[in-house]
């Protein structure tokens, strides 16, 4: 089975930038998409940005404009760079991966926290 890591997560100062990274244990043949979600204390775990095996991107309003990712095939990695971090962005982040199998199927790593203070 297929393991996600993810890493660049830590404290960030309101403005700051952080850049995450997400791994994939092997390379993806009938990969659907990437992402990552969030989840603040207390709340739901919510989509932050996704992308697909061609390059197509999605991201939530909060991180449109701030937020970019991106992808190595290469290294089976994507990446979230965030900038202009402002404290509601606080939160574990997530990788998620999506295939088609016999079903859709969703891999999720064990999270990174992400904090935003002064």
């Known amino acids: 089975q297929v393991q996600l890591v993810e890493s660049g997560g830590g404290l960030a100062l309101p403005g700051g930038s952080l850049r995450l990274s997400c791994a994939a244990s092997e390379r993806i043949f009938n990969e659907i998409s990437m992402g990552w979600y969030r989840q603040a204390p207390g709340k739901g775990r919510d989509l932050v940005a996704i992308i697909t095996k061609d390059g197509r991107t999605n991201y939530a309003d909060s991180a449109e404009a701030r937020f970019t990712i991106s992808r190595d095939g290469a290294k089976n990695t994507i990446y979230l760079q965030m900038n202009n971090l402002k404290p509601e962005d606080t939160a574990v982040y997530y990788c998620?991966?999506?295939?088609?199998?016999?079903?859709?199927?969703?891999?999720w790593g064990p999270g990174t926290q992400v904090t935003v203070s002064s």
């Open positions: 998620q991966l999506k295939i088609l199998s016999y079903r859709v199927m969703e891999f």
